[in-house]
């Protein structure tokens, strides 16, 4: 009994890493020189992520942080995140899934031009 509570346990895994903090992150271009980020329009707690299918250890792709930026500035309707943390998240039995995930507050610095 033990040996398969044991086996079922390795086959039902998840595992969420850390990956890095970032200052501030964008795919757009941006002229911080122009922009107050403070008194910018801000939406804090933003999540964006990728995510990607596995079929029996085969990956349908790899999840990639610029999806995920792109899924969290969309939501914030911005085009900078600042206080970023991106994490990656996956979870597998015979199916699974690979995430990217970015959470940060998302700044729309074309509301603020001074």
């Known amino acids: 009994m033990k040996k398969y509570l044991l086996i079922t346990l390795l ?3 998840a595992c969420t890493t850390h990956m890095t903090d ?3 992150i964008s795919n757009k271009n941006i002229n911080l ?3 107050n980020i403070d008194r910018a329009p801000q939406r804090k707690l933003v999540e964006g992520e990728d995510s990607k ?3 029996l250890f085969i990956p ?7 999806e995920a930026v792109n899924d969290a500035l969309h939501k914030g309707d911005g ?5 970023a943390s991106l994490y990656h998240k996956w979870w597998w039995f015979i199916i699974g899934v690979d ?5 940060g507050t998302v700044v729309n610095t074309r509301g603020d031009r001074q």
């Open 11 to 13: 086959f039902l895994s």
């Open 22 to 24: 970032l200052s501030m």
């Open 33 to 35: 020189s122009q922009i």
């Open 53 to 55: 299918f596995v079929l």
């Open 60 to 66: 349908f792709g790899l999840p990639k942080i610029k």
């Open 79 to 83: 085009d900078l995140i600042i206080d």
């Open 99 to 103: 995430t990217i995930q970015i959470k």
